[in-house]
């Protein structure tokens, strides 16, 4: 079946650092998504990605939506402590469903102040 | 804009007992809900997709009998764990996609943290 890697697992940074995640997947998406989840919550949506090679900004956080559309990635800049959380990729829309959303394993991100 | 809402945000209850969660959209109508499951440390896993006025789609392994769904409303979406046991247990998340949306993104509840004694 479809599935999701994303790296690192864990990430323990410093406040202020840049932080940069990676996501690919063995099958193509039609949509790119990028969620955060904090203990007890549910997943808030922070990109959505729809274009290969589509390049978005919401604030300090920056993705981008492969060429190949098997992969993606997401920058934080300047992170502070509220950052600390699990990110999510999610690949949207296949071949047999455009609704289906498959999640990656997530990344885990400890920011030190 | 966009939010959904579900309750209730926690429930404890006995073996063999069932459990009702609701997944409301408050402001904007959803036809298509969909639920999801997460244990301790792990990612969500699809479980069914709720449909307005139809019957739900069940992802493979997951038991229709066990999980009930219903969507009897564009703003409501249920699920029904029926005769919940310890392995039950969990964090059920549901989420909604605005209708006439196709392929826009999903947007999540808050979640419901479910603990079979």
């Known amino acids: 079946g479809q599935q999701l890697n994303q790296s690192p697992q864990s990430m323990f940074i410093q406040e202020g650092e840049d932080v940069s995640m990676n996501c690919t997947s063995s099958?193509?998406?039609?949509?790119w998504l990028w969620y955060k989840q904090d203990p007890g919550e549910g997943p808030v949506l922070l990109i959505a990605l729809y274009k290969a090679g589509e390049l978005t900004s919401n604030g300090r956080l920056t993705a981008q939506f492969g060429i190949t559309r098997k992969d993606s990635f997401l920058n934080i800049s300047a992170s502070i402590p509220s950052d600390v959380g699990i990110y999510f990729c999610?690949?949207?829309?296949?071949?047999?469903?455009?609704?289906?959303?498959?999640f990656g394993p997530g990344t885990s991100l400890s920011v030190i102040p | 804009g966009a939010v959904v809402s579900q309750h209730p945000s926690w429930v404890i209850c006995k073996s063999g007992t069932s459990v009702k969660i609701e997944c409301r959209s408050l402001?904007?109508?959803?036809?298509?809900m969909f639920w999801y499951r997460q244990f301790p440390k792990q990612s969500l896993m699809l479980m069914a997709t709720s449909n307005e006025g139809s019957k739900a789609t069940y992802e493979q392994g997951v038991e229709k009998d066990k999980f009930l769904i219903n969507h009897a409303s564009l703003t409501l979406s249920t699920l029904t764990v029926t005769s919940a046991h310890p392995e039950d247990s969990s964090f059920y998340i549901c989420?909604?996609?605005?209708?006439?949306?196709?392929?826009?993104?999903?947007?999540f509840g808050d979640g419901t943290r479910l603990s079979i004694l």
């Open positions: 989420s909604a996609r605005i209708t006439g949306g196709a392929g826009q993104p999903q947007h």
């Open positions: 099958s193509i998406f039609n949509t």
């Open positions: 999610a690949g949207q829309g296949t071949r047999t469903s455009y609704d289906k959303v498959i």
């Open positions: 402001d904007f109508q959803a036809t298509t």
